[in-house]
């Protein structure tokens, strides 16, 4: 069992940056990949990036690169994401989650948070 807690959000200017965290408990937390996601109003839950259990390989999705990092700490049990050069189209609800292996689709994950809001104002 493995219990989220995401931080973080906020209220920023485009071009601003905002680091979001996630919290886990659980002693498995080392095992699991870690992904965060977004969903805006009206719109399906969207990919945002992944890092594996160890950390050692990251993937983010197209309209990210560039500009948003994950990485993650597993002595805190904590994974990022770093946003930077943040634009009004990134204003959503993210969240991040656990799944085992690598996976891009939210069906794949087991556990999730609650959620942290993100706004970007032009």
């Known amino acids: 069992q493995v219990q989220l807690v995401e931080s973080g959000g906020g209220l920023v200017q485009a071009g601003g940056s905002l680091r979001l965290s996630c919290a886990a408990s659980?002693?498995?937390?080392?095992?699991?990949?870690m992904g965060w996601f977004r969903q805006a109003p009206g719109k399906e839950r969207e990919f945002v990036a992944h890092i594996s259990s160890s950390g050692a390989t990251v993937y983010l999705a197209d309209f990210v690169k560039g500009r948003f990092t994950i990485s993650r700490d597993n002595a805190k049990t904590t994974v990022y994401l770093k946003m930077n050069s943040l634009k009004p189209e990134d204003t959503a609800v993210y969240y991040c989650?656990?799944?085992?292996?690598?996976?891009?689709?939210?069906?794949?994950?087991?556990?999730w948070g609650q959620g942290t809001q993100v706004t970007v104002s032009s």
């Open positions: 989650a656990a799944a085992k292996g690598f996976a891009i689709e939210p069906r794949r994950y087991e556990y």
């Open positions: 659980g002693r498995t937390f080392s095992t699991y990949g």
